[in-house]
């Protein structure tokens, strides 16, 4: 079982900048890959960054790439999502996601492969 707890949402200007962290509880989070989703009002939930177990794979939509980083620190149990040159698009619920392997080193981007969800944190960016 793991268990996710995001924060560091909040309200910032176009162009600036949030960190948010996920804290996962469980053993078994350093085979977990974790992923971070959005959801805006009104749209489907879409896949924002994932990294693999061990951080040395990461993947990004299209989206937010080279705006966005996504890291992990295992010994704290925490993902991390660091959200550079923010814009009012980037508005949205964002949840930190997680499923466990085993013997690879991947990334998931389907939201129906993961297993554990947090309960979402608000980004609002203002213009």
């Known amino acids: 079982q793991v268990q996710l707890v995001e924060s560091g949402g909040g309200l910032v200007q176009s162009g600036g900048s949030l960190r948010l962290s996920c804290a996962a509880s469980g053993r078994t989070f350093s085979t977990a890959v974790m992923g971070w989703f959005r959801q805006a009002p009104g749209k489907e939930r879409e896949f924002v960054a994932t990294?693999?177990?061990?951080?040395?794979?990461?993947d990004y939509a299209d989206s937010v790439k080279g705006r966005f980083t996504i890291s992990r620190d295992n010994a704290k149990n925490t993902v991390y999502l660091q959200m550079n040159s923010l814009k009012p698009e980037d508005t949205a619920v964002y949840y930190c996601?997680?499923?466990?392997?085993?013997?690879?080193?991947?990334?998931?981007?389907?939201?129906?492969?993961?297993?554990?969800w947090g309960q979402g944190t608000q980004v609002t960016v203002s213009s």
């Open positions: 990294i693999s177990w061990s951080g040395g794979n990461t």
């Open positions: 996601a997680a499923t466990l392997v085993y013997y690879s080193d991947r990334v998931v981007r389907s939201e129906t492969e993961y297993d554990y």
